[in-house]
């Protein structure tokens, strides 16, 4: 299962916490989320929160592909 499966994979609350940081000039989520999901079957233990399901105060964040 963990040759198929990602452990981690984008997330609209994860993408929806980069586009803020990154709007107040902070670019390090970005950063972190390339590098994390340039190589998703990878462990990272630094980010061990992104390959859980989503918090539920995430729940009602939406994002287009156009976000």
Known sequence: ???INP???????????AIAQA???N???VQALYTVLST???EHPAYPDW???APAWAAD??????S
């Open 1 to 3: 299962m963990q040759r």
């Open 7 to 17: 452990r981690f994979v984008l997330r609209n609350y994860m993408a929806q916490e």
């Open 23 to 25: 709007q107040e000039g």
């Open 27 to 29: 670019f390090a989520t």
């Open 40 to 42: 998703p079957f990878d």
């Open 51 to 53: 390959a859980q399901p």
């Open 61 to 66: 964040i939406e994002l287009s592909c156009s």
